[in-house]
């Protein structure tokens, strides 16, 4: 650790000059941060893990190992990357054709969570607070608190902040488990119930 440094990065890893590393962030063993990419404050970035140009990590995001992000993908506060989950940037790639001019931009919000193996088709946004299962292979966008799995994603329900599922009673209200926060949902939306 260069201890000039406020952030911690083992020395089997590769930071490129010009990105942009928050303080009290950790970049583990293997990894490889690209020019002009940006990662924001306390952040953990695993093993093995891929970060290309012009990525941006907002703070206290969690990239667990063997993660590859891809130029076009923003990541805001909070979010969870699981093991070995990828992002695209090209909706048609060809090795015989040069397609860095349309690069797509994903948007993952707010305290996301994407699980292991994950596949996210690039182009897409992912809402606040959404849980994206293991192995889920997500094509669309996806609404805020929504929990999806399968492949292609399929939406099975809803959770909470805390990530506990959210079950709705006759008047669309439903309280989280855990904290006790109330949740309100109209029609394909569900927003925390100001008391």
Known sequence: MDFN???FVHETSVIDKGSI???GTKIWHFSHVMFNAKIGEN???GQNVFI????VLGENVKVQNNVSIYTGVVCEDNVFLGPSMVFTNVLNPRSEFDRKNEFKTTLVKQGASIGANATIICGVTIGEYALIGAGT???KNIPQYALVVGNPSKQIGWVSKYGHQLKFNEKGIAYCRESEIAYFKKGNMVKEKIM
């Open 21 to 23: 590393i928050g303080n």
């Open 5 to 7: 440094q406020q952030y």
């Open 137 to 139: 292979v997500v094509t």
């Open 43 to 45: 952040c953990t970035i």
């Open 52 to 55: 290309a140009p012009e990525v």
